[in-house]
């Protein structure tokens, strides 16, 4: 079975842009996750959908959102980019049956 | 306090010596435990996870849980250099988000 897929794995971007990111879950898994990685405040939780509904969001401001297809497959935007933006962004996949959730490989986004 | 917390290291051992990591959370509701094992560069991998008080085996890993002490553990036998990450503890408490610590530098040293 393939495993989370992330693209892209490598984003530059400017202060002020705005940038979307794509999470691909295992075939059959409903639920994604995303978080922030950094190294100062490690994993940081986003937000969760399941079924195309955010289920679960923390604490982050409005300038990050996301959604979720009718696949599965979700994505993420950040607008008005800032440079803590900066930051290894993951997504991660789980099924209805377990809580065990998957991690993709990352997109590290940098922002000048 | 932080919800999860989790000594940053980095914890040196030896090769072959026992490793222990430790971690300590918040949320007294909390039904799921997990470890995480982070390369360099890379995601984190699933190494184990826990659910009931006591202890769980699984090749040389070990997680214990202690509810009432609100902490778990892993235990690693037999510590290679290729054992060498961070490794994350992972708790999904009441609010049904999985919180996670800020990692435990592991380095074992041949």
């Known amino acids: 079975k393939a495993g989370v897929t992330q693209t892209p794995r490598y984003l530059i971007k400017t202060r002020g842009q705005q940038v979307t990111l794509s999470c691909s879950p295992i075939?059959?898994?409903?639920?994604v996750s995303w978080y922030q990685q950094t190294p100062g405040q490690g994993l940081q939780f986003l937000f969760e959908y399941f079924s195309e509904t955010q289920r679960n969001k923390g604490n982050f401001p409005g300038r990050f959102s996301g959604r979720q297809f009718s696949n599965s497959r979700s994505e993420m935007n950040v607008s008005t980019l800032e440079l803590g933006d900066s930051a290894l962004y993951l997504c991660?996949?789980?099924?209805?049956?377990?809580?065990?959730?998957?991690f993709g490989p990352g997109t590290r986004l940098l922002v000048l | 306090q932080k919800e999860v917390e989790q000594n940053s290291g980095p914890l040196s051992v030896p090769e072959g010596a026992i490793a222990s990591l430790n971690c300590t959370y918040s949320d007294r509701g909390s039904q799921s435990f997990f470890w995480y094992r982070q390369y360099s560069g890379k995601s984190p991998e699933l190494i184990m996870s826990i659910y009931s008080n006591g202890d769980k085996e699984d090749g040389r890993f070990t997680a214990q849980l202690n509810k009432a002490s609100q902490y778990v553990s892993l235990l690693i036998r037999d510590s290679q250099p290729s054992d060498s990450a961070t490794y994350l503890c992972a708790v999904n408490g009441a609010t049904d988000k999985l919180i996670f610590g800020t990692g435990t530098r592991l380095q074992v040293f041949p």
């Open positions: 075939s059959g898994h409903r639920s």
């Open positions: 991660a996949s789980s099924s209805v049956a377990e809580e065990t959730q998957y």
